[in-house]
């Protein structure tokens, strides 16, 4: 069983930045783990925002999310990040972690992200 932990959300202001963290409780990030970050804001369907593969680095980005949102890991601390920029009211939602291995998506309980404006 794998289970991603989020941390880092809170309320930030506008403009502000935020660095959210993905961990993998009781154990690590492994091979060709897929991990991803996603969100969901109140009313909308979850989107997904950016993946990584563990053991390359190797990312992708929705496009509607390129250019504020970063994603990477580090091997060494065993975590993988979102680093968001710029960030506007419409950013306030659950971001959510999820890891593919195996062709099994574990999911964590999100993370909240509340954007004043």
């Known amino acids: 069983q794998v289970q991603p932990v989020e941390s880092g959300g809170g309320l930030v202001q506008a403009g502000g930045s935020l660095t959210l963290s993905c961990s993998v409780s009781?154990?690590?990030?492994?091979?060709?783990?897929?991990v991803a970050w996603y969100r969901q804001a109140p009313g909308k369907e979850r989107e997904v925002i950016a993946t990584i593969t563990w053991d390359d680095g190797s990312r992708h980005y929705t496009d509607s999310m390129r250019g504020r949102f970063t994603i990477y890991r580090n091997y060494h601390e065993n975590r993988a990040f979102l680093h968001m920029n710029g960030l506007k009211f419409e950013d306030t939602a659950i971001y959510y972690c999820?890891?593919?291995?195996?062709?099994?998506?574990?999911w964590g309980q999100g993370t909240q992200v509340t954007v004043s404006s």
């Open positions: 009781g154990g690590t990030f492994v091979g060709d783990d897929m």
């Open positions: 999820s890891v593919k291995r195996d062709s099994v998506v574990y």
